[in-house]
């Protein structure tokens, strides 16, 4: 081995020496640090606010916020393709159930019918000759004048003519029926919202001609969580605030309430029906919802500030009786009103911190500040 690799050697070496003795040392500071900063911890206690938790009667009140949807909506487009030979309303008019909204050109309709229909006479009346021979060659194999050979030749020939009669029946109904889809009926009442195009546009079967939308009554379609939904049950009346309406607070009712909760998030999908007969509120508006939820007698609450999240769970810090403090999981009912319905995880005799949370950790050692109880 020459003296460069040797070097080398010695270099890579005092490198890798010099790079332990700063990690050390970079280790050795950090620690210092934390046992600082811990000591210090250790050595003062935090003033912080405490109380207990309460029982008293819970009237949830549940709060949410959708849209006014028409409680039926529907785009009505014609059943066969045709140019639009005159429109019969104007966006806005109210219509009732059956009324004929538009109709397309039915020139070369009309004169497919006319061909179908005399289809179906020509075939019923081959029917009719058919059947006639085949009575009279019975008549005469009875006799003896004919064959049996003849007579089944007859009674072919007659089910072959029924047969055609059947599919010209058939030709002339589905040409009819597209003679009929020349008309575009709403289905249901309601107001048309909207008409997409004009006299003179070639429709085909899938393009929309009219939005038509039923508001004799209205739907808020909201989520419940899990947490609230032993509140409310099929039947509560909801209080509805719409901003655009000025006519104040309007009235509704918990129609629907899904049986499976939706995923990810377990809400369950719920719909509150809304009378609209007057036709004072319009669809798609924004809405705010407060539904009065089943009361809660003699329930377990504690001050919403005594919350403190962590990994998606609710947790208070309960100080024992050397003033330290440790975090406790919590399993939470009701929230609402800067209140928190505690179903477990805390017992009534444990004092808790309700403020000042971030000014304390797990271990800490604090000052208790009377705060009163959850109410």
Do not use: C
Not at 123 to 142: H, M, Q, S, V, Y
Not at 143 to 164: I, L, P, W, Y
Not at 266 to 289: C, Q
């Amino acid at each position: 081995m020459n003296w460069q690799d040797k070097r080398v050697k010695f270099v890579a070496l005092a490198l890798a020496v010099l790079l332990v003795a700063i990690g050390a040392r970079i280790f050795m500071n950090v620690t210092s640090s934390r046992e600082r900063a811990k000591k210090a911890t250790e050595g003062r206690a935090i003033a912080v606010p405490t109380g207990f938790a309460a029982r008293q009667t819970i009237n949830p009140v549940l709060t949410f916020a959708g849209n006014l949807d028409p409680v039926w909506q529907a785009k009505l487009a014609p059943k066969t393709a045709g140019r639009i030979k005159s429109i019969l309303v104007k966006e806005g008019d109210y219509v009732e159930a059956g009324t004929v909204l538009a109709e397309l050109d039915a020139s070369e309709l009309d004169a497919a019918v006319s061909a179908a229909m005399g289809g179906v006479y020509d075939a019923r009346a081959n029917l009719d000759k058919a059947e006639t021979a085949l009575g009279r060659l019975e008549k005469l194999l009875e006799k003896g004048a004919v064959s049996q050979q003849e007579v089944d030749n007859a009674r072919f020939a007659r089910d072959m003519a029924m047969g055609k009669l059947k599919s010209a029946e058939g030709t002339y109904g589905s040409t009819y029926s597209k003679l009929e889809g020349t008309q575009v009926i709403t289905p249901q009442a309601g107001y048309v919202v909207r008409r997409y195009y004009q006299e003179g546009y070639y429709a085909k079967d899938s393009d929309a001609l009219f939005h038509v939308a039923d508001i004799s009554a209205l739907l808020v379609k909201i989520s419940i969580p899990e947490g609230q939904l032993s509140s409310v049950r099929v039947g509560n009346k909801a209080s509805i605030e719409v901003p655009s309406f000025a006519g104040g607070k309007i009235q509704g009712t918990l129609t629907k309430l899904a049986a499976v909760a939706d995923s990810p998030g377990r809400t369950f999908a719920a719909e509150i029906s809304v009378p609209n007969a007057d036709g004072k509120l319009r669809g798609g508006v924004y809405a705010n919802v407060s539904i009065a939820g089943e009361a809660k007698p003699d329930a377990v609450v504690i001050p919403q500030g005594a919350i403190i999240m962590r990994e998606d769970q609710r947790t208070v810090f309960v100080v024992d009786k050397d003033n330290f403090v440790k975090r406790k999981v919590l399993v939470t009912g009701y929230i609402g009103e800067g209140l928190v319905e505690v179903l477990s995880g805390l017992e009534e005799t444990e004092r808790i911190v309700v403020g000042g949370q971030n000014k304390i950790r797990e271990g800490s050692k604090v000052i208790i500040e009377e705060a009163g109880s959850g109410k």
